[in-house]
T-cell receptor
């Protein structure tokens, strides 16, 4: 069964304390893996697309990496404005998308 | 460039009624996706439209349906509303079927 699992469910960090979020997946025919940021009551905001194992993408304090079974979103020296829920999505065969349940990040000043 | 827009922002209905939600994709995007995000749950894939045709649907009953118009805008119809249909309904569009999706702000549907 195709599925996407994100961990941890919630993460509390002090400002400047770096950490990583995990997204593990089991899907048939992986087409791509996507990271989104979602603020409460709003639609997800696109961050990164990764297509193949070994690929890395960076944007400001965020860096996404991909292996054959999982992806990591590394947050370096986070700031309070990075607080949000981070979603991982996997695109499988027949253009079906599967979203993880997200990691709720809270960065305290 | 305008992003994905959805209307209405909020919608309140009672059990058994029908709801219609609307979505306008980013200009030039031909694929439109619908998702349901219930409280405490992740995004659940509902429907995918491309070039006016329904290409795929998630594990939802037939009372969830929709269509895509020639200008690529889309509407989602939910018939015979049930209490558990209360959720944030998100629309996303992509340039092509294998590209990243960009989301709208959502429609909050409340069924009383």
């Amino acid at each position: 069964e195709d599925q996407v699992t994100q961990s941890p469910e919630a993460l509390r960090l002090q400002e400047g304390e770096s950490s990583s979020l995990n997204c593990s997946y089991t899907v048939s025919g992986l087409r791509g893996l996507f990271w989104y940021r979602q603020d409460p009551g709003k639609g997800p905001e696109f961050l990164f697309t990764l297509y193949s194992a070994g690929e890395e993408k960076e944007k400001e304090r965020l860096k996404a990496t991909l292996t054959k079974k999982e992806s990591f979103l590394h947050i370096t020296a986070p700031k309070p404005e990075d607080s949000a829920t981070y979603l991982c999505a996997v695109q499988a065969s027949f253009n079906k998308f599967y979203f993880g349940s997200g990691t709720k990040l809270n960065v305290k000043p | 460039e305008a992003g994905v827009t959805q209307s209405p922002t909020h919608l309140i209905k009672t059990r058994g009624q029908q709801a219609t939600l609307r979505c306008s994709p980013i200009s030039g995007h031909t694929s439109v996706y619908w998702y349901q995000q219930a409280l405490g749950l992740g995004l659940q894939f509902l429907l995918w439209y491309d070039e006016g045709e329904e290409r795929n649907r998630g594990n939802f009953p037939p009372r969830f349906s929709g269509r895509q118009f020639p200008n690529y805008s889309s509407e989602l119809n939910v018939n015979a509303l049930e209490l558990e249909d209360s959720a944030l309904y998100l629309c996303a569009s992509s340039l092509a079927q294998y590209n990243e999706q960009f989301f709208g702000p959502g429609t909050r549907l409340t069924v009383l």
